[in-house]
């Protein structure tokens, strides 16, 4: 069953009461009663839509997005009828998967795993061409940290070392398996081999059980600024064939510069490369629905530009002209086509 469907018993109870309704219009009080009663049951379906939003793990920026996404939209509950419900997950790969299967309504995933979700590549098996885009939200740089005591200068030099992969079909694992066959490591080329969650890569890092491990992330990151902060570690930049491969792989990467500032006065900036996190969701989402969605996030836009320092520097317009990696959804397209962000027939 999808997630958000309307309970069945509002539709029995229309049409119960539509037809009591009919049946009894020469006893206007008991008609009067019975209108009042269906007028009830409408404004509870419409306070019955409930949306659910797949984000990450709790230390990452997925998370805190669909909160304010979330809270924005049901801050104007009254307005549109919909309730906003978080879903925390393992990130990009799962919230396709789930939405995918119907088990979540909307997701936050990085672009390139997205256009990978609609055209059946990667870790897709088939393509699901009912994904749909409704906003994009902020730029995810590859980010590898490293112990400083390791010996770690760049990322040749992480190889022999003991590394953290991620787990099996995250954006980070996906991420590394085009890194590591674009320079022809395999697995034995390492010391050892972890598979932690984002939450767990920073104590492993502080009690030197890895040397180095790799988010795909938005900064500045509260997992990041820890390891930095109290476990000697440094961020390490990607050199120039590394991110050549991964713009071969997906057009969605681009070169981008980390700002080492963000988290230590001694740390230099890192080339690095990167990826929007976009909100998506199917086809079938009503287009009131999405339509609200980003009314919500927009119309309370100062508001989410405050919610993580992240957000600070976001232009609401750019967000609505991102390269697509599915198709807009048409609800989010007509709000920002009312906005005069985007142009009518431009974007598909």
């Avoid at 990452?60 to 997005?65: E, I, M, T």
């Avoid at 890194?179 to 395999?186: D, H, S």
């Avoid at 339509?291 to 919500?296: D, E, L, M, P, W």
């Avoid at 993580?308 to 317009?317: D, R």
Wanted: net charge positive.
């Amino acid at each position: 069953m999808r997630s958000g469907v309307l309970k069945k018993g509002f539709f029995l109870q229309n049409l119960s009461l539509k037809a009591l309704a009919g049946s009894v219009t020469s006893h206007s009080a008991v008609a009067a009663l019975a209108l009042s009663f269906l007028s009830i049951s409408q404004t509870a379906i419409a306070d019955s839509r409930i949306l659910t939003l797949g984000t990450g793990g709790v230390t990452g920026l997925y998370y805190p997005a669909g909160g304010a996404i979330c809270r924005l939209m049901n801050l104007n509950r009254q307005q549109h009828g919909i309730r906003c419900a978080l879903r925390s997950t393992l990130g990009s790969v799962e919230n396709l998967q789930q939405v995918i299967a119907g088990r979540l309504d909307m997701g936050v995933s990085e672009a390139g795993q997205l256009d990978n979700g609609y055209y059946g590549r990667g870790g897709f098996t088939r393509p699901a061409s009912e994904l749909r885009t409704l906003v994009g939200l902020y730029p995810e740089h590859i980010s590898v940290l490293a112990r400083k005591d390791s010996g770690i200068k760049s990322f040749a030099d992480l190889k022999n070392k003991r590394f953290n992969l991620g787990k099996a079909g995250s954006s980070q694992r996906v991420t590394l398996d085009v890194l590591m066959k674009a320079r022809g490591w395999q697995k034995e080329d390492f010391a050892a081999l972890e598979e932690l969650e984002p939450a767990q890569q920073a104590k492993a890092l502080c009690e030197n059980q890895i040397d180095a491990t790799l988010y795909v992330v938005g900064h500045p990151n509260g997992a990041i600024k820890e390891a930095i902060r109290d476990c000697d570690s440094q961020l390490i930049g990607l050199e120039q064939r590394d991110i050549d491969a991964l713009i071969a792989y997906s057009p969605h990467y681009q070169p981008l510069t980390l700002p080492g500032s963000l988290y230590s006065s001694e740390q230099a900036d890192v080339n690095t490369a990167g990826v929007n996190a976009t909100l998506f969701t199917r086809s079938d989402l009503p287009d009131d629905a999405a339509y609200a969605i980003v009314q919500s996030l927009f119309e309370q836009f100062d508001q989410f530009r405050q919610l993580h320092p992240a957000f600070a520097p976001l232009k609401a317009e750019a967000m609505a002209q991102i390269p697509l990696a599915a198709p807009m959804h048409p609800g989010a397209k007509r709000y920002f086509i009312e906005k005069g962000w985007i142009e009518k027939g431009r974007i598909k």
